[in-house]
C-alpha cells in the first residue's frame, strides 16, 4: 500500500519531477503531460459521479473506472514494461467492454451525431469523455508505454459516451446534432 507521510516536498521547485523508478524528470516531458491527463480525466469522473450517486450500478463502474486510472498513472510512472510493477491488464478493457455492451442493450441504435448535453449527469459524462479522449492522444506521444493504457483509455471514452446516453434518461434525451440546421 502507498504511505505518504508529506504532502509539500519542494522537489519540483525547479521544474522537475520524480518518476515511480527514482528517476527525475521535466515535469515538461510527454509522460508527466500525460499523467497529468489520466489525472484531470479521473477528477471530471469525480465530478461526474456527483450526478451518479443515486444510481448504484452507474456509480459503482465508475468508481472501479477512477481506481483504474490511478492504475494508469502507476503505469505510466514507471517507464518499461517490467512485469513486477504495476500494469494495466487486458482485464480491465475485457470489463469495460462487457459494460459498454450491457448498457447498450437498452439503447435504441444512433440515427445522427450527439451533441454533448441532454441531462445534468450526462453532460458531465460528455465532460469525462472529452478528458479521456485527450489524456488518450497524450499516451500516444510517450514512448515506452504498455500499450493496454491506450486501449483502456479508447475504451473508456467509449464507455462514457454510451453511458451518457444511458443517463439522458436511456437516449430519450439524447440532443441529436441537425447537419446544417443553422445554414442561412
Not at 65 to 70: A, I, K, R, S, T
Not at 87 to 113: C, G, H, I, W, Y
Not at 121 to 150: C, D, K, L
Not at 160 to 173: D, G, I, W
Request: proline letters at 3%.
Amino acid at each position: 500500500m502507498v504511505r505518504i507521510d508529506r504532502v509539500v516536498t519542494k522537489g519540483g521547485d525547479k521544474g522537475e519531477t520524480s518518476l515511480g523508478d527514482g528517476t527525475r524528470i521535466s515535469k515538461a516531458d510527454p509522460r508527466i503531460e500525460a499523467m497529468g491527463a489520466v489525472d484531470e480525466a479521473n477528477a471530471t469522473i469525480g465530478v461526474l459521479r456527483i450526478h451518479t450517486r443515486s444510481r448504484a450500478i452507474e456509480d459503482t463502474m465508475l468508481a472501479r473506472v477512477q481506481n483504474d486510472l490511478f492504475d494508469v498513472g502507476a503505469d505510466l510512472c514507471v517507464p518499461g514494461l517490467d512485469e513486477d510493477r504495476l500494469r494495466v491488464t487486458d482485464a480491465a478493457v475485457t470489463r469495460l467492454e462487457a459494460e459498454v455492451e450491457q448498457m447498450n442493450v437498452t439503447l435504441p441504435a444512433l440515427k445522427s451525431f450527439i451533441l454533448p448535453g441532454g441531462t445534468d449527469a450526462a453532460a458531465f459524462a460528455h465532460m469525462a469523455r472529452v478528458a479521456v479522449r485527450r489524456a488518450e492522444r497524450t499516451v500516444v506521444a510517450v514512448t515506452g508505454v504498455n500499450p493496454t493504457v491506450q486501449r483502456y483509455l479508447n475504451r473508456l471514452s467509449d464507455h462514457l459516451f454510451v453511458l451518457a446516453r444511458v443517463l439522458n434518461e436511456n437516449a430519450a434525451t439524447d440532443v441529436l446534432w441537425v447537419p446544417g440546421a443553422n445554414r442561412l
